[in-house]
């Protein structure tokens, strides 16, 4: 394990008194660093800032005021860059960084990066899935919930790390430097953090920033954002791999659909590696997703075979288009991570057109919703809308559909949103938890929403009802 350039006695200032800075903060002191950790306007003395002073940490508490002079800040995904808390900081550090570019820093070899509005989480697990079915060590960290630096406190030789970044934590990183870097898609979401889409979009394109000829980098190019940034990054002579749903893109390195099956190709060596029919998980986007994962398996070293057992063999995630149940013909799913339009517009590409009852609702992000309203116009047979969002989003479909506003349904949670669903779907349909919105009107993350979800319609189904 390397460790950063500095040199001992490192001034080293955290942000964020959370799971990540927490965990850095300690870990530097650890190594001899002199470290001060600023828990931000809420944090207040507690367990976890009393445990970090015994380590030698110097907490500062209910202040975004940093002073002092600092080699390092590392600073936590929370924190946005434009923030009042985030620029004091940087005034008082010779760099700042997010936490998954410290521990890069800190064991830089074998790293793969996954971004993308969507389908981050679904692969970065298949791809780390499809790596360990090759007989390969590898890791899921960052976003998906392991921390970066723990995992380099834990790591094995010869190990991959698979990691999932989120804009928040590329926008703060300026050295990162994986050897397969993977765009999936770019759509609005986080605009309040971000300020602009423009910053949201070069968040995401920083994942780019470093790669090099010997690298690979991986862009599908199904949407305009993404389009322009592969054909910047071709303008820069990277090796490029062009991911596309539309066809064969032509091009050394491309993934893509042909005759029904999934084909990747790495500088003119082609792999057909197995039916989309073939995969567990459902929907265009997770034909996508499997492309992703493939084509990094395959860029790092693993068997074609090896990747061709492994993407028919992954299974839905939880919480992301999951099966949780059926009750007189009806089938019930899970999706509670498609907290932004984007999300279940893709989702209902699962399944037959006419053949959903959705779920619509939540904590209101105010996005825009003339697409959702369209798709749910033309793939839902209808619509409960719920929470916080529900009437704006009722409203929107109704606009939509005209005579048609019969099919939306209005309800004030989703337990009753869940009820009614249940009273208008027809054998052989699904009812379909999709939000398009964050959770935090009711629960406390998607995870929460999901899993009440679930228990509801387990519920639902004992009773017979």
């Not at 500095?6 to 650890?30: H, I, M, P, Q, W």
């Not at 434009?82 to 940087?90: E, G, L, N, V």
């Not at 998607?446 to 519920?459: I, M, Q, S, T």
């Amino acid at each position: 394990m390397g460790h950063i350039d500095t040199a001992d006695n490192t001034r080293t200032l955290v942000l964020g008194l959370g799971k990540s800075g927490a965990f850095v903060a300690r870990y530097c002191a650890e190594r001899g660093d002199d470290v001060t950790l600023y828990g931000g306007l809420k944090s207040e003395p507690g367990e976890l800032g009393r445990g970090l002073e015994q380590a030698g940490v110097r907490v500062v508490y209910g202040t975004e005021d940093v002073q002092g002079s600092y080699d390092l800040c590392v600073t936590s995904p929370g924190i946005s860059e434009f923030s009042d808390f985030f620029r004091a900081a940087q005034a008082c550090s010779a760099e700042i960084v997010s936490e998954p570019e410290f521990a890069w820093r800190e064991s830089p070899e074998r790293w793969v990066a996954i971004t993308g509005t969507n389908g981050k989480t679904t692969t970065t697990t298949f791809t780390r899935d499809l790596l360990r079915g090759a007989g390969m060590r590898a890791t899921a960290v960052g976003n998906i919930g392991y921390l970066c630096t723990e995992a380099v406190t834990k790591r094995e030789d010869g190990e991959w790390f698979v990691a999932e970044l989120s804009s928040f934590q590329l926008a703060v990183s300026r050295r990162l430097h994986p050897h397969v870097a993977v765009l999936l898609n770019v759509t609005p979401d986080h605009i309040a953090w971000h300020k602009t889409l423009e910053n949201y979009a070069a968040a995401k394109e920083k994942i780019f920033a470093n790669l090099t000829p010997d690298d690979l980098a991986v862009v599908a190019v199904g949407d305009d954002w993404c389009r322009a940034i592969a054909d910047r990054l071709d303008a820069r002579g990277l090796r490029l791999c062009r991911l596309s749903l539309e066809g064969d893109p032509g091009t050394p390195c491309a993934a893509f659909v042909r005759d029904g099956r999934l084909v990747v190709r790495l500088d003119g060596t082609e792999h057909e590696l197995c039916g989309g029919d073939d995969l567990q998980i459902k929907g265009v986007h997770n034909v996508e997703n499997a492309l992703a994962a493939a084509t990094v398996a395959l860029a790092v070293g693993a068997p074609e075979a090896d990747v061709a057992a492994g993407l028919v063999a992954f299974a839905p995630l939880e919480h992301r288009i999951e099966p949780c149940g059926e009750l007189a013909g009806v089938r019930f799913v899970d999706d509670s991570k498609a907290t932004n339009t984007d999300a279940v517009e893709k989702a209902l590409t699962a399944f037959e057109p006419g053949s959903v009852v959705l779920l619509l609702g939540g904590h209101d992000k105010g996005t825009d919703l003339t697409s959702l309203a369209g798709a749910a116009a033309r793939d839902c047979a209808a619509a409960v809308c719920y929470g916080d969002a529900g009437p704006r989003i009722a409203a929107a479909l109704r606009e939509h559909l005209g005579d048609s506003s019969e099919r939306v349904y209005e309800a004030p949670h989703m337990a009753e949103a869940l009820d009614r669903a249940i009273g208008i779907a027809l054998p052989g349909q699904t009812v379909l938890l999709s939000p398009a919105c964050s959770s935090f009107d009711e629960f406390s993350g998607f995870e929460e929403r999901g899993r009440v979800f679930k228990d509801l319609v387990a519920e639902r189904i004992r009773e017979g009802r």
